[in-house]
C-alpha cells in the first residue's frame, strides 16, 4: 500500500482550506456585546464570607508568631552546635589533625546563620508592629494585615531556609571528615 506525500504544491491548497475553514467557522460564533468595566465599587461580600477572611487572617497571624517561636528555638540550638562545633575543632587541633575543612565549614555555618537570624529578626519585627491587626491579633485593615503576614511569612522562611542549608553542610562536612581522620576500629583474629 503505498501512503500519499504532500508535495510542495499541495501545501497552499491545505493552506487555503485550513483558512476557508476557520473563516467559516466563524459565522456560527454569536456576537456578544462588549461592555467597558463601570467605575461603580465592587458588589460588598456577604458578612459572614468577610468575617471568614479575617478569622483565617487571625489564624495565619498565630501560626506565624507560633513559628517564630519555634525558629527561636531552632536558631539557639544552631549556637550551640556551633560552639560545640568550635570544640571538636579545638580538640581535633590539639590531637594534631587537619582541621582546615572543619573551619571552613565553621565559617559558613556562622554566615548561614547569621543570615538567618537576620532574617528572622526581621519577621519578629514585622509580627510585633502586626500592621493591620489589633493587639488580640483581629484584623483591623485587611490589605495591611494580608501585606504583614506575606513580609513575615518571607523573612521566615528564608530563615528556615538558611538554617536547613546550615545543618545538611554541617552533616555532610562531619561525614566527610570523619571518614577521612577516624582510624577503623581494629578487628581481632581468632586462631
Known amino acids: ?11 497552499p491548497l491545505i493552506i487555503g482550506v485550513a483558512l476557508l475553514a476557520g473563516l467559516v467557522s466563524f459565522i456560527f460564533v454569536p456576537l456578544t456585546p462588549v461592555h467597558a468595566e463601570s467605575n461603580q465599587a465592587p458588589m460588598p461580600r456577604a458578612p459572614a464570607l468577610n468575617a471568614a477572611i479575617n478569622q483565617l487572617l487571625s489564624n495565619i497571624l498565630h501560626e506565624e508568631q507560633n ?3 519555634i525558629q527561636q528555638n531552632n536558631l539557639s540550638e544552631a549556637n550551640i552546635i556551633l560552639s560545640e562545633l568550635n570544640q571538636l575543632i579545638q580538640a581535633a587541633q590539639n590531637e594534631g589533625k587537619d582541621v582546615s575543612s572543619l573551619k571552613s565549614v565553621q565559617a559558613t555555618l556562622t554566615s548561614l546563620i547569621s543570615t538567618a537570624q537576620s532574617n528572622h529578626n526581621t519577621a519578629s519585627q514585622i509580627l510585633a508592629t502586626h500592621n493591620g491587626f489589633d493587639s488580640s491579633g483581629n484584623v483591623t485593615v485587611r490589605a495591611d494585615a494580608h501585606n504583614t ?8 522562611l528564608e530563615a528556615h531556609m538558611s538554617i536547613v542549608q546550615a545543618a545538611a553542610d554541617l552533616r555532610s562536612a562531619i561525614l566527610a571528615w570523619r571518614i577521612k581522620h577516624l582510624s577503623p576500629t581494629p578487628t581481632t583474629t581468632g586462631g
Open 1 to 11: 500500500m503505498k501512503l500519499h506525500s504532500i508535495g510542495k504544491k499541495s501545501i
Open 67 to 69: 513559628w517564630l517561636l
Open 149 to 156: 503576614l506575606v513580609s513575615a511569612n518571607q523573612s521566615l
